[in-house]
Nanobody, 127 residues
C-alpha cells in the first residue's frame, strides 16, 4: 500500500555530512509518522529519528541528538535526514519507515500498527 524509496547514502569521511531522502507513495493517507532506523553489521535494528506528518514533532535517539536533523516536505511526501559530524559508529544501512503509529511510538519502537519499510541506503563513515 505504501512504497518508500531512500536515497543519499554513500561514503563519507568522519566529520562529514550526508543528507538522506525518503520518498513515499501509495496509500499514505493513514500514515502518521515517518522516520529512520539503521542496522550495522552484526547489530540489531536501531531507531534513529522520527517525525509526525501533521505536527512536525521530532524524536531522536540520544546518540545522534545535535548532529542529525529530520525534516519533512509533505507536499512531496518526502522525509529527510540531515546527518552532520558523522562518526564511524554511524556506519549502517539506513531504512526509511512509515507507520500508522505516532512518531513517539516509532521512537519507542512500538510498531503495533502497519509499518512500511524502504529497501535501505548504505552509509559508510570512514576514520
Amino acid at each position: 500500500q505504501v512504497q518508500l524509496v531512500e536515497s543519499g547514502g554513500g561514503l563519507v569521511q568522519a566529520g562529514g555530512s550526508l543528507r538522506l531522502s525518503c520518498a513515499a507513495s501509495g496509500s499514505i493517507f493513514s500514515i502518521n509518522a515517518m522516520g529512520w532506523f539503521r542496522q550495522a553489521p552484526g547489530k540489531e535494528r536501531e531507531f534513529v529519528a522520527s517525525i509526525s506528518r501533521d505536527s512536525g514533532r521530532t524524536y531522536y535517539v540520544d546518540s545522534v541528538k545535535g548532529r542529525f536533523t529530520i525534516s519533512r516536505d509533505n507536499a512531496k511526501n518526502t522525509v529527510y535526514l540531515e546527518m552532520n559530524s558523522l562518526k564511524p559508529e554511524d556506519t549502517a544501512l539506513y531504512y526509511c519507515a512509515a507507520a500508522t503509529t505516532t512518531a513517539q511510538q516509532m521512537a519507542s519502537m512500538k510498531l503495533a500498527g502497519m509499518t512500511y519499510w524502504g529497501a535501505g541506503t548504505l552509509v559508510t563513515v570512514s576514520s
